[in-house]
């Protein structure tokens, strides 16, 4: 919805993550105002989304920057330009978001912030779906409800919302909602009731495992870099 919410953050984790299940996968820079995905992946100068939008289609190609993962390419936004949300709205944009899509299996769009601009509204109807990231203790309820809202007048499939940065290892909310949801699936569950295989009885019962606090965080944590970090809430790592 806002800014320094976790957007780049999570997009580059989820193009990540598709990457090691064997998809071949774009991340695509669209915040033109403040670029960071070519940081994340410690990119160097190459032709941008900002040069596609303002210059001639065969410069397409020489916009996807491969990355240390093997089915993983970039699109770096580049330099800003001066009109960002008419450049995201125009035809352009809608034909080379095409071009991508035949190029990958998944084009993963970075975009700005929601609220404070329309560059990201412009761009919504234009993707299969959208997904929403808050931030625990910063964005605004009201904030995330009008950023719903927007997204749902401006005709986008929300796929969901992703809290993002959600305290660990607290007496917080997160801790108590994590030790509830945990004892629910395990303590009343009917195959414990039904006769104590519960845990572990391979009946596939997918949400039995990965509940508790641990699932309940946003540091699911890949570096773009490649370095893997451990589960605590990392410092600022843009
Ligand atoms: N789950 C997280 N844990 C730790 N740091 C995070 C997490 N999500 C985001 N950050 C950090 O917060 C800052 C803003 O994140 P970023 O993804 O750039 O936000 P946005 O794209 O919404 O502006 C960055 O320094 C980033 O590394
Ligand atoms: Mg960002």
Redesign the pocket.
């Known amino acids: 919805a806002g800014?320094?919410?976790?957007?780049?953050?999570v997009a580059a984790n989820l193009a990540i993550v598709m990457e090691q299940a064997g998809r071949e996968v774009i991340l695509l820079d669209a915040d033109l105002r403040r670029p960071?995905v070519h940081r994340l992946f410690r990119q160097t100068d190459h032709t941008s989304l900002a040069e596609v939008l303002l210059g001639d289609c065969e410069r397409w190609p020489c916009a996807l920057m491969p990355t240390a993962l093997e089915r993983l390419m970039t699109v770096p936004a580049g330099c800003p330009p001066p009109n960002p949300s008419e450049l995201l709205g125009a035809r352009r944009m809608r034909e080379f978001i095409q071009f991508l899509t035949q190029r990958g299996d998944i084009v993963i769009i970075d975009s700005p912030?929601l609220l404070p601009v329309t560059d990201a509204l412009v761009l919504a109807p234009e993707v299969d779906g959208v997904l929403l990231?808050v931030r625990h203790g910063h964005t605004h309820l009201k904030s995330a409800q009008l950023a719903l809202t927007q997204l749902q007048q401006a005709g986008a499939r929300v796929l969901g919302v992703v809290l993002?940065?959600v305290p660990i290892g607290q007496r917080s909310y997160g801790y108590h909602y994590g030790y509830y949801y945990r004892s629910y699936y395990t303590d009343n569950s009917p195959d414990d009731r039904g006769g104590g295989a519960g845990r572990g009885n391979g009946s596939g019962r997918g949400h039995s495992r990965g509940h508790g606090r641990e699932g309940s965080s946003?540091?699911t944590t890949h570096r773009p870099d490649g370095r893997s970090v451990s589960r605590a809430?990392?410092p600022?790592?843009?």
């Open positions: 800014p320094d919410e976790g957007k780049t953050l960071r912030p990231v993002n940065q946003g540091a809430p990392a600022d790592r843009a």
